[in-house]
């Protein structure tokens, strides 16, 4: 351990804790905070002034947001359909929390479960063409129960190389064997599975790829799947909302709900509020009820957020211009920046990728769009891979004409200075 540890945040006593007494001379200990003490790449960012995360919102997200005291193009949220101001779902999580409380006080297994959560789940099921569905405390606990609880050992899950990290997350809490393929690379995926075939197998992919805003290839993975006899799960919390006729994601957008097995969705991009859920046949369904720990021993989720996603659920149901002005957004921001010459990589849906390469210019990029009023976020590895630094956007349905152009303008302006686009 260096001699500045305590210029780096740890004081004296904690200091000799965590080193133990030492003679003179004598190495010091190993300690469970080293890693901490010698963690640069932050302290690096934010001595450059180039450190671009947890940035304070002083408002709801709108097209127009208050940052630091000053308004700014909101390019970067989730609330691809801006619901999570409209007054229908203010006021259903106002009612229910005049009528429920705060908060359920025990997990979903023990005392929690209300009956606004099995309304959920039932308008869930008939929503993405499925017999049954849970409602979890929020995605990312979706995905650790179902893939811990379904793969054990002997048991292979393969996931495509660009799954979010929750994905990755269930596969370390699984018991079984986790084989990984080339994005979106339907080759490379009948590779993995002809190697393990005869074996238990479970595929699992994002519907739509945070990131990079592609879309997986459902109809051909569904079909590899049938012929190895392989189960498939797409998480599709980008897709909700966004996609398919009635807005009930990329199996919906493909038609192949008989052909997914699971689908894991989240309340917090489209559906405007917190939480998570499973749908699939009922008796897998039943099976997660009692098997996937993050549900049996979470506490279960407020009636405030249930009530919210159900709101939400009216509104994607019964209003499909939404969808409609979301798509026109996307493409009016995507084929603006295209024209300006930047590179949207292969972006199929409503999140815009803005490549860049290196990380440092990303965060330098990032930093002077943030100063010119644009809020947006940079991805750099390890959200990406090696020198495929990215600024990610993506638009909502709520956003007028100029505030994308006001969006592109500054785009065009501080990717001149940094060469990313010529200067014509």
Excluded at 381 to 388: I, L, S
Aim: charged share 25%; hydrophobic share 40%; net charge negative.
């Amino acid at each position: 351990m260096k001699n500045n540890n305590l210029a780096k945040g740890l004081t004296k006593d904690r200091l000799i804790e965590s080193v133990g007494t030492e003679s003179a001379g004598s190495r010091p200990r190993p300690s469970i905070f080293d890693k901490v003490v010698e963690y640069e790449r932050v302290k690096q960012m934010r001595e450059a002034d180039i450190y671009p995360y947890f940035k304070a919102l002083e408002s709801s997200q709108e097209p127009e947001v208050l940052c630091g005291g000053r308004e700014m193009i909101m390019l970067s949220s989730n609330n691809y359909l801006g619901l999570t101001s409209h007054p229908k779902v203010v006021e259903a999580a106002i009612k229910a929390t005049r009528e429920y409380g705060t908060g359920c006080a025990g997990s979903r297994f023990m005392n929690g479960t209300l009956d606004l959560h099995e309304e959920l789940e039932a308008r869930l099921a008939k929503f993405f063409s499925k017999q049954a569905a849970i409602v979890f405390p929020t995605g990312f606990q979706a995905n650790l129960g179902a893939i811990a609880a379904l793969v054990g050992k002997g048991d292979i899950v393969i996931i495509d190389r660009l799954n979010h990290a929750c994905i990755y997350d269930g596969c370390r809490l699984s018991y079984g064997q986790t084989r990984k393929f080339n994005h979106n690379d339907m080759e490379d995926l009948h590779r993995v599975l002809k190697e393990h075939q005869g074996r238990r197998m479970l595929i699992v992919v994002d519907g739509v790829f945070s990131m990079e805003g592609d879309i997986a290839p459902l109809p051909e993975i569904t079909q590899l799947a049938d012929e190895f006899g392989a189960a498939v799960m797409v998480d599709d919390a980008h897709g909700i909302g966004v996609l398919g006729k009635h807005g009930a994601g990329t199996t919906q957008h493909f038609g192949v709900e008989d052909k997914v097995d699971i689908i894991m969705g989240t309340y917090s991009k489209s559906m405007a509020t917190i939480g998570g859920c499973l749908a699939g046949d009922a008796e897998t369904m039943d099976y997660l009820k009692h098997n996937a720990r993050p549900l049996i021993f979470s506490a279960s989720l407020p009636a405030a957020n249930t009530a919210s996603a159900l709101a939400a659920l009216d509104i994607i149901e019964n209003e499909p211009e939404r969808r409609e002005r979301l798509w026109s957004n996307a493409d009016h921001l995507r084929n603006g920046l295209i024209e300006l010459g930047f590179n949207t990589l292969n972006t199929q849906s409503t999140v815009v990728p803005v490549y860049v390469g290196d990380d440092m210019l990303a965060l330098r990029f990032w930093r002077k769009l943030f100063d010119a009023g644009l809020f947006v976020t940079p991805v750099i590895h390890p959200g990406v891979a090696k020198d495929a630094a990215l600024i990610r956007t993506s638009v909502m349905a709520s956003h007028k004409p100029e505030h994308l152009d006001k969006a592109l303008d500054i785009f065009a302006s501080v990717g001149r200075e940094f060469g990313l686009i010529n200067n014509s």
